[in-house]
């Protein structure tokens, strides 16, 4: 089973910096089966990255993800007060059985 | 719209049993696999269970293997998870979720709002 980890555990910034998080798997992963997302207090999750660096519809172009093997990136260029938020990757494996595993997220919290 | 709503969460013993529903619109839902997925009070997100577009492939989270039953009525646009055998570490926000919308790769798409189900005696 492939576990994700996700670093740092908590990201203080302010609004106008660069936030860069990490997801290492303990195994490579297809790039295809790699996705973020972000969640916002009593909201759901929100789809914003999937294979590894494709946007959403509708994700601004500030979010990019890069990586690939084993590590990936989910990189947001410019701080905007919306994007403080806990952000989860998430990778589909199929040994021995399919199945999702998500990373244990990244709060990123207003400094 | 897509649209996924989430009920049937509630207080239920330790030991008792629970059965949640997704309704879905917005799409032929007949077409699309769907999971379930929880989340601990304060924790991350864990995926629960899988079940294929027909209902003819399932697949569960060992934490609960053996005790929930994922099933579709894709007549009703519905999807279900049957939880037996609830246990304290059950407590959680359940979502359903539908795979997609993205051909060629895995990702979650589309989530309902969540239902919280509590165990406890």
């Known amino acids: 089973e492939i576990v994700l980890t996700q670093s740092p555990g908590t990201l203080s910034l302010s609004p106008g910096e660069r936030a860069t998080l990490s997801c290492r798997a303990s195994q490579s992963v297809s790039s295809s089966y790699l996705a973020w997302y972000q969640q916002k207090p009593g909201q759901a999750p929100r789809l914003l990255i999937y294979?590894?660096?494709s946007r959403a519809t509708g994700i601004p172009d500030r979010f990019s993800g890069s990586g690939s093997g084993t590590d990936f990136t989910l990189t947001i260029s410019r701080l905007e007060p919306e994007d403080f938020a806990v952000y989860y990757c998430q990778q589909y494996g199929s040994s021995p059985l399919p199945m999702y595993t998500f990373g244990q997220g990244t709060k990123l919290e207003i400094k | 719209e897509v649209q996924l709503v989430e009920s049937g969460g509630g207080l239920v013993q330790p030991g008792g049993s629970l059965r949640l529903s997704c309704a879905a619109s917005?799409?032929?839902?007949?077409?699309?696999?769907m999971n379930w997925v929880r989340q601990a009070p304060g924790k991350g997100l864990e995926w629960v269970s899988y079940?294929?577009?027909?209902?003819?492939?399932?697949y569960y989270a060992d934490s609960v293997k053996g005790r929930f039953t994922i099933s579709r009525d894709n007549a009703k646009n519905s999807l279900y998870l049957q939880m037996n055998s609830l246990r304290a570490e059950d407590t959680a926000v359940y979502y359903c979720?539908?795979?997609?919308?993205?051909?060629?790769?895995?990702?979650?798409?589309?989530w309902g709002q969540g239902t919280l189900v509590t165990v406890s005696s």
């Open positions: 917005g799409f032929t839902f007949s077409s699309y696999e």
């Open positions: 079940i294929s577009s027909s209902g003819s492939t399932i």
């Open positions: 294979g590894a660096s």
């Open positions: 979720a539908r795979e997609g919308p993205y051909s060629g790769y895995v990702q979650l798409g589309y």
